[in-house]
């Protein structure tokens, strides 16, 4: 008796350390749930009260679904959410971040918001993944902002015969050879190859840019970069240290970027022992590099640090006026009743200035134009104007933007109002009705809160006024030289979307053949 009490007991206890543990088990289950749903719901950024999300298909809809929508969607959602609340601000959820879409109205105010308080880097760094990127070492820098503001924009027309050489070098290297017949040409490896070149000699000069292995790295790094960007930002941020590690592209990237700094560091400590063993007033070599060593500051100064700096500063380089370029060239190509009127104007300038020279940009106001309808019509991003609000801001009409909230501006093209027929393309849209040759208001380079695809404001891009002369000399370039047209029953190849991003499609190509009468500088 007194036996079967004690297993009775024994049993009783090992039953209640059964439940006990089950009940722990469930406990902590529920407790790891919890912490998975908060962490796949965290996000970047801060959601206005005022500002209504916009995406979801229906009013009971998981917020992580509304977020994952926007991958593939992100351009329609946009433009849904301008539809609807075009005057008033509305949010747009993304996996990894919150994002509070303005009106244009607010781009007069908040253009000249200083960086303390409003910082576009921040944003571009958060969007380009900068902690796994790499691009996060510009945060708190304006070295590569005032080399390109002071130093190269002020220089453009001394080194436009620069730009000419290496144009010429690069077409001989890398345009397909179409003498007589027509050829195939792959836009998206060929032109970002001559981008490529004229921005390794502008950046770094000679002999260094002639380097194949350098001009190789610089086209791989921005394809990882974007790849690793784009795989990131489809998955919540709690993911990201996990996903990074997990991705062939984020170590390419690492070693990439080494190896770029172990080939330009060594020419920066070159220059400034010849520098330092050299009168005041020995020439010094007009490039980039050169101007970023000579503005740099306590551990900017590091021969490795600028090295770095170097990669970040040619990576929009060689995105945004490869894509431009490319984006020209498919109008034209798609468009060959303009072909005939822009040639007989460059034509008219190179004759006028003896070849492409100094001045010769400036007189090209109908490629102008053209080039800033194809940007109005294929724009990079459907957002731009992108901050991050660093300290509280209270705007003239009482809205309030809280610290790290992320704003921006709507720039698809079919949003504009202020056009006629702004679904239509017409490349003369912006040419004046007079030829003048500065301070056009309709200029290429010239920004509004209805083209902001360079920014506005004091902190738009310093390096739009060179690339958009480095646009046109490629351009120039390649409709003197050839003739273009699509594969039999191709017509323009749409570009493609991701996110708020627009690319071209790299399976798109051109046919092109020489023409008898070539372009030369």
């Known amino acids: 008796m007194e036996q079967a009490l004690v297993d009775s007991y024994n049993l009783a206890v090992e039953k ?67 539809t609807k609340y075009k005057d008033s601000p509305f949010t747009v959820v993304r996996p990894e971040s919150i994002v509070t879409v303005l009106p244009k109205k607010y781009v007069h105010e908040l253009r000249n918001v200083p960086e303390s308080k409003l910082y ?70 060929v032109i970002l190859r001559i981008v490529s070149r004229i921005t390794l000699r502008t950046f770094v000069g000679k002999p260094l840019c002639r380097n194949e292995e350098l001009l190789r790295l610089n086209c791989q790094i921005v394809e990882q970069i974007f790849t690793t960007m784009v795989i990131m930002r489809l998955f919540p941020l709690f993911l990201h240290p996990l996903i990074a590690r997990l991705l062939p592209p984020y170590w390419r990237i690492r070693r990439v970027k080494a190896r770029i700094v172990a080939i330009v560091a060594p020419m920066i400590r070159d220059r400034r022992r010849l520098q330092s063993a050299s009168d005041e007033s020995a020439e010094k070599p007009e490039d980039v590099i050169q101007w970023m060593m000579e503005l740099a500051k306590g551990d900017e100064s590091d021969a490795e ?19 431009a370029i ?31 020279r100094k001045g010769t940009p400036g007189k090209l106001p109908k490629l102008d134009s053209f080039m800033r309808e194809v940007q109005r019509v294929n724009p990079p991003g459907a957002i731009g104007f992108k901050r991050v609000v660093l300290t509280p801001l209270t705007l003239s009409d ?19 109002t202020d056009v006629a027929s702004p679904g239509s ?17 309709h200029h290429f380079t010239a920004t509004s809160p209805s083209h902001l695809h360079f920014g506005h404001g004091r ?26 047209k699509f594969p039999d029953k191709q017509g323009r190849p749409r570009n493609l979307t991701i996110l708020e991003i627009s690319y071209q499609d790299p399976k798109a190509r051109v046919m092109v053949k020489e023409r008898s009468e070539m372009l030369r500088s």
Not at 129 to 136: A, L
Not at 164 to 185: R, S
Not at 406 to 413: A, D, F, G, K, L
Not at 425 to 441: A, E, K, Q, V
Request: aromatic share 14%; glycine share 8%.
């Open 305 to 323: 640090n600028i090295a770095t700096r170097y990669i970040y500063a040619v990576l929009g380089s060689l995105f945004s006026v490869s894509g």
């Open 459 to 484: 902190y738009a891009c310093p390096g739009r006024f060179f690339a958009a002369a480095e646009i046109k000399a490629v351009v120039a370039r390649i409709v003197m030289g050839y003739d273009m």
């Open 398 to 416: 009482g809205l309030r933007l809280p610290k790290n909230t992320y704003i921006c501006v709507p720039t698809t093209s079919h949003l504009d």
């Open 16 to 82: 209640a350390r059964s439940a006990n543990a089950t009940t722990y088990a469930w406990i902590v289950i529920a407790l790891l749930a919890l912490f998975a749903l908060r962490n796949l719901s965290y996000t970047r950024g801060v959601k206005l009260p005022e500002a209504p999300i916009v995406g979801a298909k229906y009013w009971w809809e998981p917020r992580f679904i509304t977020k994952y929508r926007y991958n593939t969607n992100g351009w329609q959602i946009i433009h849904d959410g301008y």
């Open 326 to 356: 490319k984006d020209t060239l498919y109008e034209i190509s798609a468009r060959p009743g303009y072909a005939a009127s822009l040639r007989e104007e460059i034509g008219a300038a190179l004759a006028e200035d003896g070849g492409w």
């Open 425 to 441: 393309f017409d490349g003369y849209r912006y040419l004046p009705s007079t030829r003048s040759l500065f301070h056009r208001p």
């Open 120 to 189: 576009s880097f921040r944003a571009l760094s958060d969007d380009l993944v900068g902690r796994y990127s790499g691009i996060d070492i510009m945060l708190g820098s304006d070295l590569n902002f005032h080399a390109v503001q002071n130093k190269l924009t002020p220089r453009i027309g001394a080194l436009g015969a620069v730009v000419q050489e290496e144009l010429d070098f690069a077409m001989e290297q890398d345009f397909p050879k179409c003498k007589g017949k027509w050829v195939k040409a792959d836009f998206n490896t």
